[in-house]
Nanobody
Framework: QVQLVESGGGLVQAGGSLRLSCAASGFIFSISTMTWYRQAPGKQRELVAAIRSGGSTSYADSLKGRFTISRDNERKMVYLLMNTLKAEDTAVYYC?????????WGQGTQVTVSS
């Protein structure tokens, strides 16, 4: 079965950096588009970044230049490097894959940015 396990969240001061990781299993990772979403308290879940099987990436416009998504197909891992963090980046971050019309989510990892 599809499993996604996020890690790497925590408490960081504004201006700092964090790298989130997502370990994937149960599907053919190398051909899958992997996506990071986030959900702040009281807000809808929003797309952060996506990386396709060939390595091309896309980002939410507001995050371009600060966040970088990457993948390691051998290890079946996807990463999100977040730089120059701001208080408004505080959210639960989720790893996602869409397979055969079904969205799969990890349990999420909390990122809290103190100002």
């Amino acid at each position: 079965q599809v499993q996604l396990v996020e890690s790497g969240g925590g408490l960081v001061q504004a201006g700092g950096s964090l790298r989130l990781s997502c370990a994937a299993s149960g599907f053919i990772f190398s051909i899958s588009t992997m996506t990071w979403y986030r959900q702040a308290p009281g807000k809808q879940r929003e797309l952060v970044a996506a990386i396709r099987s060939g390595g091309s990436t896309s980002y939410a416009d507001s995050l371009k230049g600060r966040f970088t998504i990457s993948r390691d197909n051998e290890r079946k891992m996807v990463y999100l490097l977040m730089n120059t963090l701001k208080a408004e980046d505080t959210a639960v971050y989720y790893c996602n894959v869409l397979k055969l019309g079904t969205n799969y989510w990890g349990q999420g990892t909390q990122v809290t940015v103190s100002s």
